[in-house]
């Protein structure tokens, strides 16, 4: 069994195919890619890093059939010139043949008429013998060519031997085949990156800012369950007093400020940490640590409920203030609530909620700080916190909720307008979205995704 191993930045750059990685990469760790939501242009960006396979191990008898065809070549050549010089000693021999037949003629004439011919042919017959005598080289020549022609014959019915041999074995891989087989090998890599969900965060790029509007603080967002053709936006201006929720149809709407929809919600929020999941509105009620559930499409509260022993009204916010003492956010596993408690020493508390009644599913307490955290957000059930709000704010520490282990990180960020009052991760999108000191931006993510092929057991 092999495991394909993937990091998330979608072009493929599927360079791999053709040619073999010149990166040690064991037959077992398989693939390694490096992707993310999408580029300055919008195009899906993946870095590909293929494998040792199969096909790079055969390189050597590829040399070996690359030297074996140099070899006839210059066999050719050889038998090329042979042939040449052949047919040029072939017309010397055919004048040669045609003084021969005069010489028989004249040791005709000699025998019948010896007495009185004898001198005068004789001398006749040394000039001929003089002129055949470059015949004799040539003669010779043509043996040295006969073995070397003949040596040339059993070395090619050798070499046929080894290339029938060679293409036998190596068959499959013609041009044509190995075209498909590329071919082949794209779709299935396509068809893994079209199921790639969870990674581990390599990299943050950006940002991107969509638009400059309302106070320092505030919230805007997508849905991360929405259907594809379904691009709304909701956009939360300041963390406190406020109960107005705006609603555009698209990206573009909302930066020509088009607005589709407001809702008057029952409730006034506290924080900027609310998130919209599968049509709902979750967000925190201010001055309690009560969290409300509110249907966009009936326009009305499903349901709340209180997070049990959770800090609230700035008891433990994060290093900005602005009671942002619980950040509910939602990843590639669920609906999450971010927050502390008395009994956690005021450190970070994840616990896992269900979408449709708030219930808390599972908690994991963490060590790390409420009040040292400048902001958090979840990318498939791993909490990643960032060390301020404020320039030079990087993502420093990361708990798992898989293994309920953490790391300390050191992943920067442009913090573009000096002060970060949200950040929230759209598994959607693969895109954080933040609220930069009144300007609504995005962020690039790359994550390093682990596949599984069908081959594993």
């Known amino acids: 069994m092999w495991s394909l191993y993937m990091v998330l930045n979608p072009l493929l750059f599927l360079l791999l195919f053709g040619y073999c990685p010149s990166v040690t990469i064991r037959p077992k760790e398989g693939w390694q890619v490096y992707s993310s939501a999408q580029d300055a242009d919008g195009r899906c960006i993946c870095t590909v890093v293929a494998p040792e396979q199969n096909l790079c191990s055969r390189d050597a008898k590829g040399r070996q059939l690359r030297q074996l065809l140099e070899k006839v070549q210059n066999m050719s050549q050889s038998i090329e010139v042979l042939n040449l010089r052949t047919q040029r000693d072939f017309q010397y021999i055919m004048r040669m043949e045609s003084q021969i037949k005069g010489l028989r003629s004249k040791f005709r004439q000699i025998e019948s008429d010896r007495k009185t011919l004898v001198n005068k042919n004789f001398q006749e017959l040394k000039g001929k013998m003089e002129s055949l005598q470059p015949l004799i080289p040539v003669l010779e020549q043509y043996k040295t060519d006969a073995k070397l022609i003949s040596q ?57 800012t969509v638009k400059t509007s ?113 950040d509910l956010m939602a990843d590639e596993l669920g609906l999450w609530a971010v927050y502390a408690t008395n009994q956690n020493a005021g450190n970070i508390v994840i616990s896992q909620l269900n ?38 704010a990087k993502v420093y520490y990361a708990y798992s909720t898989k293994t309920s282990t953490y790391e300390y ?20 999108d693969r895109t954080l979205y933040g609220w930069n000191n009144g300007h609504q931006v995005l962020f690039n993510v790359t994550l390093f995704h682990i596949i599984k092929t069908e081959d594993d057991s």
């Open 152 to 208: 040339f014959k059993e070395e090619i019915r050798n070499l046929s031997g080894v290339l029938m041999g060679i293409q036998e074995e190596m068959g499959a891989y013609d041009y044509e085949e190995l075209q498909q087989r590329v071919l082949n090998l794209e779709n299935r890599l396509r068809n893994c990156m079209s199921k790639l969900t969870c990674g581990k965060l390599m990299k943050i790029t950006g940002p991107l």
């Open 214 to 326: 309302g106070t320092r603080f505030g919230a805007w967002m997508t849905d991360p369950l929405a259907s594809p053709k379904n691009n709304r936006v909701w956009y939360m201006d300041s963390y406190t007093n406020n109960k107005i929720v705006k609603e555009y149809k698209s990206v573009a709407d909302f930066v020509a400020g088009v607005e589709s929809r407001t809702y008057n919600l029952p409730f006034k929020w506290a924080g900027t940490n609310h998130v919209v999941y599968n049509g709902s509105l979750y967000y925190n009620k201010m001055q309690s640590n009560i969290i409300v559930r509110y249907s966009f499409e009936t326009g009305r509260v499903v349901t709340q409920r209180a997070l049990e022993l959770a800090g609230f009204h700035n008891v433990y916010p994060y290093t900005w203030g602005g009671f942002s003492d619980i």
């Open 355 to 392: 979408p449709d009644t708030l219930q808390i599913l599972n908690t994991w307490n963490t060590e790390y700080s409420k009040r040292n955290a400048g902001e958090s957000f979840m990318i498939c059930g791993t909490l990643y916190i960032t060390n301020s709000h404020l320039t030079g």
């Open 409 to 428: 990180t050191d992943i920067p960020f442009h913090n573009q307008y000096f002060h970060m009052s949200m950040l929230d991760y759209n598994a959607r």
